[in-house]
């Protein structure tokens, strides 16, 4: 018996033994098929099943995704509005005609496809009923008229960017919107997805942005204990966040609003996330205001509420200097190695110490050694 042989009762023909393994590879092809087929009946079963009606096409159902990547489908997963045990199933992209199951434990219904997420929750509204009147500035807003409860309403309407914004971002943004409601908030009136270019339509603010207003002769009169009453009004709409566990994470004056009455309210959350164990991990090339940034997202890629914290100790910065840019005359790369010296904004001409102070705290480099926006809340009361 030779060595290759050693340990078996005979030897095996040389031909025969590529049959049997030709037969096997055959036999296990055809049973993968098999459980893929399978594993779609099933699913048809489940929702006969569950709905008592005829069985429908799998590309029918609420919880099949087809032409989604791994990744895209993560995002809509991770929406939200989608309860812990959401899964849905996509069409495998490597092996096509199979199914690929994304999901944690199941415990909750099917996910509803996200393009039909606003069809009944009272915000959809056709695109006849808004009329922009301003210039159309794609990915920006512009001013409009709404009909609301009787009431032809001056509004302000974000037009999605087709070529630059992938639908389930926008979506994404409108479902946040919708979560979040608050008076320190700028309030979503309505929505259109159901055709392109999308549209988020919310309330109309006279002023425009802080950052604006900060530079224009107005702003530059403005005494000190209104612009603490600015952060004061920031800090009632951060706290909500804060307790409702999300991050804005692009926390700046520019994204502040003015109504008539200068009475400011958060605006724009196209970067805004939902925590997931008390941070949020950023994806791949994923934006970020690096000037407002705490320098853990750099180094780590996560956001937590601290990160937002340090966020505000920069737009205290903004207030006291009538909206300067931070960090002025550096660039983002320099800004990073900036940071990373353990460096910090000196205090600028005309700020109180204690209010630099409090700067100080949000910049903590350790984001546990910051204030919770509650203290900073109690903080610049007592200023």
């Given at each position: 018996?030779?060595?290759?042989?050693?340990?078996?009762?005979?030897?095996?023909?040389?031909?025969?033994?590529?049959?049997?393994?030709?037969?096997?590879?055959?036999?296990?092809?055809?049973?993968?098929?098999?459980?893929?087929?399978?594993?779609?009946?099933?699913?048809?079963?489940?929702?006969?099943?569950?709905?008592?009606?005829?069985?429908?096409?799998?590309?029918?159902?609420?919880?099949?995704?087809?032409?989604?990547?791994?990744?895209?489908?993560?995002?809509?997963?991770?929406?939200?509005?989608?309860?812990?045990?959401?899964?849905?199933?996509?069409?495998?992209?490597?092996?096509?005609?199979?199914?690929?199951?994304?999901?944690?434990?199941?415990?909750?219904?099917?996910?509803?496809?996200?393009?039909?997420?606003?069809?009944?929750?009272?915000?959809?509204?056709?695109?006849?009923?808004?009329?922009?009147?301003?210039?159309?500035?794609?990915?920006?807003?512009?001013?409009?008229?709404?009909?609301?409860?009787?009431?032809?309403?001056?509004?302000?309407?974000?037009?999605?960017?087709?070529?630059?914004?992938?639908?389930?971002?926008?979506?994404?943004?409108?479902?946040?919107?919708?979560?979040?409601?608050?008076?320190?908030?700028?309030?979503?009136?309505a929505?259109?997805?159901?055709?392109?270019?999308?549209?988020?339509?919310?309330?109309?603010?006279?002023?425009?942005?802080?950052?604006?207003?900060?530079?224009?002769?107005?702003g530059?009169?403005?005494?000190?204990?209104?612009?603490?009453?600015?952060?004061?009004?920031?800090?009632?709409?951060?706290?909500y966040?804060?307790?409702?566990?999300y991050?804005?994470?692009?926390?700046?004056?520019?994204?502040?609003?003015?109504?008539?009455?200068?009475?400011?309210?958060?605006?724009?959350?196209?970067?805004?996330?939902?925590?997931?164990?008390?941070?949020?991990?950023?994806?791949?090339?994923?934006?970020?205001?690096?000037?407002?940034?705490?320098?853990?997202?750099?180094?780590?890629?996560?956001?937590?509420?601290?990160?937002?914290?340090w966020?505000?100790?920069?737009?205290?910065?903004?207030?006291?200097?009538?909206?300067?840019?931070?960090y002025?005359?550096?660039?983002?790369?320099?800004?990073?190695?900036?940071?990373?010296?353990?460096?910090?904004?000196?205090?600028?001409?005309?700020c109180?110490?204690?209010?630099?102070?409090?700067?100080?705290?949000?910049?903590e480099?350790?984001?546990?050694?910051?204030?919770?926006?509650?203290?900073?809340?109690?903080?610049?009361?007592?200023l």
């Amino acid at each position: 018996m030779s060595d290759g042989q050693e340990g078996s009762p005979c030897a095996e023909p040389q031909g025969d033994r590529e049959n049997e393994e030709q037969q096997s590879e055959d036999q296990d092809v055809k049973e993968h098929n098999t459980r893929s087929e399978s594993f779609k009946s099933l699913f048809r079963a489940e929702s006969l099943r569950d709905q008592g009606t005829e069985i429908k096409p799998l590309e029918a159902e609420t919880w099949f995704f087809k032409g989604v990547s791994g990744k895209e489908a993560e995002r809509v997963i991770l929406q939200p509005e989608n309860k812990e045990g959401t899964f849905l199933i996509r069409e495998s992209q490597s092996k096509k005609g199979n199914a690929n199951g994304l999901c944690q434990r199941l415990a909750s219904p099917p996910l509803k496809k996200s393009q039909s997420i606003s069809k009944t929750d009272g915000f959809e509204i056709p695109r006849k009923c808004v009329l922009l009147q301003s210039k159309r500035e794609v990915g920006h807003f512009a001013e409009g008229r709404m009909r609301l409860n009787g009431n032809n309403v001056r509004v302000s309407v974000k037009m999605q960017s087709v070529e630059g914004t992938p639908n389930q971002a926008f979506l994404r943004e409108v479902s946040i919107r919708k979560v979040l409601q608050h008076g320190r908030l700028v309030q979503l009136l309505a929505v259109v997805t159901q055709s392109q270019p999308m549209l988020i339509i919310t309330e109309f603010m006279s002023q425009g942005n802080l950052n604006s207003y900060l530079r224009s002769d107005l702003g530059r009169q403005l005494e000190l204990v209104l612009l603490i009453d600015f952060a004061l009004q920031v800090l009632d709409g951060m706290l909500y966040m804060e307790e409702n566990a999300y991050v804005h994470r692009d926390l700046r004056s520019a994204n502040i609003l003015l109504n008539g009455n200068l009475e400011c309210k958060i605006g724009d959350f196209s970067l805004t996330q939902k925590l997931k164990e008390q941070r949020y991990i950023l994806l791949k090339d994923e934006k970020v205001a690096v000037k407002w940034t705490a320098p853990e997202v750099f180094r780590e890629e996560t956001h937590t509420t601290k990160s937002d914290v340090w966020s505000f100790g920069i737009f205290l910065m903004e207030l006291v200097t009538f909206g300067q840019t931070p960090y002025p005359g550096l660039t983002f790369a320099q800004t990073v190695q900036f940071l990373e010296s353990g460096l910090r904004m000196q205090r600028p001409l005309g700020c109180p110490e204690e209010l630099y102070y409090v700067m100080l705290m949000c910049w903590e480099e350790e984001p546990c050694s910051r204030p919770s926006f509650q203290l900073l809340r109690d903080l610049l009361q007592n200023l």
